[in-house]
């Protein structure tokens, strides 16, 4: 399962979060002398969505009190 992704707010580019971060990248463009640089955007606490994602259809209205079991 791949994990979420969302946009950096350095670098815009399209990141995956992990444990509420974002994951470790390089800026973008091309790298040069083989130095290894990490974007400041990076392992940055990721903002919460505004709405949360829906586990079932919302097209079903929500019913006072208890379901019947049978």
Same mark, same amino acid.
């Given at each position: 399962? #791949? ?9 815009? /580019?399209? !990141? =995956? ?14 790298? #040069? ?9 990076? /392992?940055? !606490? =990721? ?24």
């Amino acid at each position: 399962m #791949s994990a979420p992704r969302r946009t950096c707010p350095v670098c815009t /580019r399209e !990141i =995956a979060v992990v444990g509420g971060r974002f994951a470790r990248h390089d800026p973008p463009g091309r790298r #040069s002398d083989y130095e290894l640089v990490s974007c400041p955007g990076s /392992r940055r !606490i =990721a903002p919460l969505l505004t709405t949360p994602p829906k586990l079932f259809g919302g097209d079903e209205p929500p019913t006072p009190g208890q379901q019947p079991l049978f």
